[in-house]
């Protein structure tokens, strides 16, 4: 087949060029830091990022170097035995901003009648 090798897999051919490009490929967007994925607090603008957790309702977002954190925007956001509370944290533009809140477990849970 013109000089180029080729496999036959389930009868049809697939050319090992393509196949060996297709699969670096795949790897390649596999191995991506997963930091790229998240939104890094740090070059948004407070407005921003108040936007985006509204926007979106929770949103993972990188605020430094090896930490993340999850900002959501009201408590239907979090699961029923959690409560919420406001987060802050450090924007291109401001030191401390309430970016939204944050989905805490209290240490004691009130008592419930069932």
């Known amino acids: ?27 390649l967007q596999m191995t991506a830091p997963a930091e ?3 939104p890094d607090l740090r070059r948004m603008s407070c407005a921003q990022a108040q936007a985006m957790v509204a926007r979106n309702g929770a949103v ?8 993340y954190k999850r ?5 239907r956001w979090c699961d029923r035995w959690e409560a ?5 944290a450090a924007t291109r533009d401001t030191p ?15 008592f419930e009648r069932d």
């Not at 993972?60 to 930490?67: A, C, D, K, P, Q």
């Not at 401390?96 to 009130?110: N, S």
């Open 36 to 38: 790229a994925a998240r």
């Open 84 to 88: 919420i509370r406001p987060a802050v």
């Open 71 to 75: 900002f959501v925007a009201g408590i």
């Open 96 to 110: 401390q901003c309430v970016v939204g809140y944050e989905c805490e477990t209290p240490l004691f849970r009130p």
């Open 1 to 27: 087949m013109d000089g180029q090798r080729a496999t036959k897999r389930a009868g049809k051919w697939i050319h090992a060029p393509l196949l060996t490009l297709t699969l670096g490929l795949g790897l």
């Open 60 to 67: 993972v977002m990188t605020t430094g170097r090896y930490t």
